[in-house]
């Protein structure tokens, strides 16, 4: 079993800025991609940002030069640095990771999101 935990969400004024985490634990062998998704209401979820095991970045169009993403995979956390918000970036933030388990097999796994809230 595999549990993310994320933190760093809140309500900042727009043009301000937020620091998102996600922690992966439990039965990890290896990490590969990491990302982060969002869900504002009423709308789909939606790609903000992902990371390669290799590093490789993409991003959204809606967010690029304004949001980071990286990872230290030493603490198999993967972070989305968020910049200059605005109230359309409000959505509720999740993490997504896939890794390979002990047993050999493949997982996908969904952090529990976490509310960011930007006012005008």
């Known amino acids: 079993q595999v549990q993310l935990v994320e933190s760093g969400g809140g309500l900042v004024q727009a043009g301000g800025s937020l620091r998102l985490s996600c922690a992966a634990s439990?039965?990890?062998?290896?990490?590969?991609?990491m990302g982060w998704y969002r869900q504002a209401p009423g709308k789909q979820r939606e790609l903000v940002a992902a990371i390669s095991s290799g590093g490789s970045k993409n991003y959204s169009d809606s967010v690029k030069g304004r949001f980071t993403i990286s990872r230290d995979n030493a603490k198999n956390t993967v972070y989305l640095q968020m910049n200059s918000l605005k109230p359309e970036d409000t959505a509720v933030y999740y993490c997504?990771?896939?890794?390979?388990?002990?047993?050999?097999?493949?997982?996908?796994?969904w952090g529990q999101g976490t509310q960011v809230t930007v006012s005008s």
């Open positions: 997504n990771v896939a890794l390979k388990a002990w047993n050999g097999y493949g997982y996908d796994y």
């Open positions: 439990g039965n990890i062998f290896m990490l590969n991609a």
